[in-house]
Nanobody, 130 residues
Framework: QVQVVESGGGLVQPGGSLRLSCAAS????????ITWFRQGPGKEREAVSC????????YYADSVKGRFTISGDRAKNTVYLQMNGVKPEDTAVYYC???????????????????????WGQGTLVTVSS
């Protein structure tokens, strides 16, 4: 069974750092892209970052470029989102998701708000506040 499980959320002060994890099971990181989405209070869900591990392609939303870094660990079958220099506007529930297609890359994944072959995690809350 394909599954992704997020962890690592919590309360962090502005300017601080946090690392989110997305543990994959039922597939290997090289099989499908993994995308981090977030939904802040009163906001629509948006794609934050994506990685297609097999060719190391990545995507970052303009709002997080230069502050967030996505990476994949094949040995642990886990994708990480390193969040540095966090801002109050980064407060959101963060979800990781995978699209079950070997031909879809990040360019497509981040532009699809939903898909019937997408598997979502349960989400992890990140709160940026002093």
């Amino acid at each position: 069974q394909v599954q992704v499980v997020e962890s690592g959320g919590g309360l962090v002060q502005p300017g601080g750092s946090l690392r989110l994890s997305c543990a994959a099971s039922g597939f290997k990181l090289d099989d499908y892209p993994i995308t981090w989405f977030r939904q802040g209070p009163g906001k629509e869900r948006e794609a934050v970052s994506c990685i297609r591990n097999i060719d190391a392609t990545t995507y970052y939303a303009d709002s997080v470029k230069g502050r967030f870094t996505i990476s994949g660990d094949r040995a642990k079958n886990t994708v990480y989102l390193q969040m540095n220099g966090v801002k109050p506007e980064d407060t959101a529930v963060y979800y990781c998701a995978t699209d079950l297609s070997s031909v879809i890359g990040c360019f497509t994944s981040v532009r699809m708000s939903s898909w019937d072959r997408r598997v979502w995690g349960q989400g992890t809350l990140v709160t940026v506040s002093s």
